[in-house]
Nanobody
Framework: QVQLVESGGGLVQAGGSLRLSCVASGRTFSSYAIGWFRQAPGKERESVAAINRSGGSTSYADSVTGRFTISRDNAKNTVYLQMNSLKPEDTAVYYC???????????????????WGQGTQVTVSS
């Protein structure tokens, strides 16, 4: 089992940047693929990005490709989401999630993920 805690959210102007962190408990962090998801008020949760166990494979939603970068540091049990060129439509609660999988290509389907953090709010003003 793994517990996840997100941080790094906040209020930023359009065009600005934020870096989210997802810190995991446990000694088997490198056994988990990690995904970032977001949910805006009144909207369904959507995938943002995912990274495999080693960090060698990543996947992004079309809406964030070229602006967001997911990375991980297994020595620190941490996954990052660097968000640049933020837009008002990026406003949402951002969640990280973990799934124990050996797959090289990480899934971005939320139903594949077993463990979820509590979320961190990102607000982008226009």
């Amino acid at each position: 089992q793994v517990q996840l805690v997100e941080s790094g959210g906040g209020l930023v102007q359009a065009g600005g940047s934020l870096r989210l962190s997802c810190v995991a408990s446990g000694r088997t962090f490198s056994s988990y693929a990690i995904g970032w998801f977001r949910q805006a008020p009144g909207k369904e949760r959507e995938s943002v990005a995912a990274i495999n166990r080693s960090g060698g494979s990543t996947s992004y939603a079309d809406s964030v490709t070229g602006r967001f970068t997911i990375s991980r540091d297994n020595a620190k049990n941490t996954v990052y989401l660097q968000m640049n060129s933020l837009k008002p439509e990026d406003t949402a609660v951002y969640y990280c999630a973990a799934t124990a999988t050996e797959a090289y290509y990480p899934s971005r389907r939320s139903m594949r993920y077993d463990y979820w953090g509590q979320g961190t709010q990102v607000t982008v003003s226009s």
